[in-house]
């Protein structure tokens, strides 16, 4: 391999190097994007499909939720008959997967469907 075939393989793995990094770098915003969206923007509906698909006890809870409208953590305590602060657990998971919202009135916290 003379000097210039080696000059033209190395500038054709540059560019696909080149190539590589820049769809690296779009995926890579993609999902910075993504990751800063609001629960509100990802929100997925609580419909029976999503009921079966989650566990028993996540189910409890969001059912306590949708029951009543919006509840605190509290309150679906006293419906599910656990502690608060499990409840309060999984509220903030259903939050998390987009399944419910919360909105903070004071010092209470109300989570909705």
């Not at 190539?19 to 995926?27: I, P, R, S």
């Not at 656990?82 to 259903?94: G, I, K, P, V």
């Amino acid at each position: 391999m003379d000097e210039e075939e080696f000059r033209e393989r190395v500038v054709k793995l540059l560019r696909t190097i080149s190539l590589k990094l820049g769809t690296l770098e779009d995926t890579l915003k993609t999902s910075m994007e993504m990751s800063r969206q609001t629960p509100k923007e990802t929100k997925t509906p609580l419909d029976v499909d999503a009921l079966l698909s989650l566990p028993d006890h996540l189910r409890k809870t969001a059912i306590a939720v949708s029951t009543r409208g919006s509840a605190t953590a509290k309150e679906a305590a006293n419906d599910t008959g656990r502690t608060r602060a499990a409840e309060s657990d999984y509220l903030n998971q259903l939050v998390k997967m987009g399944y419910l919202s919360k909105k903070r009135k004071g010092r209470t916290v109300y989570f909705y469907a």
